[in-house]
């Protein structure tokens, strides 16, 4: 009989990625207000996880022996949301004996120390980077088995991902876009992240593990290789940037140090031109 698995935020970016690839699962689905495309042999269960009885509800009919929580990952919105989801579904998957995996992000850091390992601790400089650090604190304090994964910029080979496609219109319409040379992160392709997280969950590896691409890019270079991946080439109108100039608080250099889950994980944390090859050769 195969494992059962939830991912929550099934309907997202990351989420829809994991549940396609979740072949060897009996893969189960949450969304919450976002549309859904049907994925072979996955079912999907409408669930608002700030609420308590929403959650146990939900496990009751589900039964999973893991779940991969990728929902309330999203900057803007509800950021209450984030902390609130988090600590739901962490108490009471270690009331059932559930393996829990909760992604977090880079941006718990302030972006002057990198690279950053597991043990640096959280140094947030905007709102979505505490608020993610406050669910961190509570699934550790929760579900002291749970595993938290730190991750990066995320983006697609196959189909533009939601910034790529906002560059490329900025090329159809001429419209300004500025992409920061001095904003350094550890973009990860969205597939090999996926897979890493599959593989995770066979795993019992409780604490924090950082899972990012294994160079450190900045935005204008990881842009402009998107960009070309599609086919299109940066217009004058796509130009370099800097935080300084734009009066912006961002942290400068989030890059994640991910030698711990390269030793602990068979799968191969890719770098963006190795991403690119595998892409060529399962689509010649």
Wanted: net charge positive.
């Amino acid at each position: 009989m195969r494992s059962r698995l939830l991912v929550t935020g099934g309907a997202g970016f990351l989420g829809t990625h994991i549940l396609h690839r979740a072949q060897n699962y009996t893969a189960i689905g949450t969304l919450h207000s976002t549309a859904v495309t049907a994925i072979p042999d996955v079912t999907f269960h409408v669930c608002d996880l700030q609420e308590p009885q929403h959650v146990k509800i939900l496990l009751d009919r589900v039964r999973p022996e893991t779940i991969i929580h990728t929902a309330c990952s999203e900057q803007g919105g509800n950021l209450s949301a984030i902390p609130k989801a988090a600590g739901l579904l962490a108490i009471q998957a270690a009331k059932r004996n559930i393996r829990f995996i909760h992604l977090s992000t880079d941006q718990i850091f302030d972006g002057n120390t990198a690279p950053y390992t597991e043990a640096n601790a959280p140094c947030p400089i905007h709102p979505y980077g505490k608020a993610k650090t406050e669910a961190e604190d509570l699934v550790r304090a929760l579900n002291p088995g749970a595993t938290i994964v730190r991750t990066s910029l995320l983006y697609d080979l196959r189909k533009p991902d939601r910034q790529t496609t906002r560059l490329i219109d900025a090329i159809t319409n001429q419209s300004l876009c500025k992409l920061f040379e001095d904003e350094w992160r550890s973009p990860i392709w969205v597939e090999n992240l996926a897979d890493a997280l599959l593989e995770l969950a066979t795993k019992d590896i409780p604490g924090t593990l950082h899972i990012g691409g294994p160079n450190s890019l900045n935005r204008w270079d990881l842009g402009v290789n998107l960009i070309q991946q599609f086919g299109y080439t940066p217009t004058p109108n796509i130009q370099k940037g800097t935080i300084e100039r734009s009066g912006l608080v961002r942290p400068p250099n989030l890059t994640l140090d991910s030698s711990r889950a390269t030793k602990l994980l068979q799968t191969s944390l890719l770098s963006l031109s190795q991403s690119r090859k595998s892409v060529l050769k399962t689509n010649p």
